[in-house]
């Protein structure tokens, strides 16, 4: 299974492969601001299963955690964390099948807009989920 996908403007590409360790959308505040959406879709892989193929990328590093976004038309394409280094989140909306990702679970339900009607029979986490395992 190969998931492939690009930013907006096209210069960064990505390719994923195997099943997707999990798919949540974040509600919190960071995410919300760095994808200037009510939320932000992330696809979790193991970090050796993402490679980006082409493209620049630019990093916002924060308390440990990196985004990184197309340097040339900011869309947002990866979030790590250094407690989970074996860990990469790419951002659902970039993804070309972005169709067949439907969401596992919603965090940082503590942020949520009220006003977004959510999928009730899906988990919820007041911040994070439990980290996908690898093994
Ligand atoms: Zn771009
Ligand atoms: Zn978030």
Same mark, same amino acid.
């Given at each position: 299974m190969t998931w492939t996908g690009h930013c907006l403007c096209g210069a960064v590409r990505y390719e994923a492969t195997g099943a997707p360790l999990n798919t949540s959308l974040c509600h919190c505040e960071d995410c919300r601001r760095a994808s200037g959406a009510p939320f932000q879709g992330w696809i979790f892989f193991?970090?050796?299963?993402?490679?980006?193929?082409?493209g620049e990328l630019r990093v916002h590093a924060y308390e440990g955690r990196e985004r990184s976004f197309c340097?040339?038309?900011?869309?947002p394409i990866s979030f790590t964390d250094q407690a989970y280094p074996d860990l990469m989140e790419v951002t659902l909306?970039?993804?070309?099948?972005?169709?067949?990702?439907?969401?596992d679970d919603y965090n940082?339900?503590?942020? *949520?807009?009220?006003?977004l009607h959510l999928d009730p029979s899906l988990p919820q986490f007041i *911040?994070?989920?439990p980290p996908p395992c690898l093994t």
């Open positions: 193991p970090r050796t299963k993402v490679e980006i193929l082409s340097a040339a038309c900011g869309s909306g970039t993804m070309d099948d972005a169709a067949a990702l439907k969401p940082w339900m503590e942020d *949520h807009l009220p006003w *911040h994070n989920g």
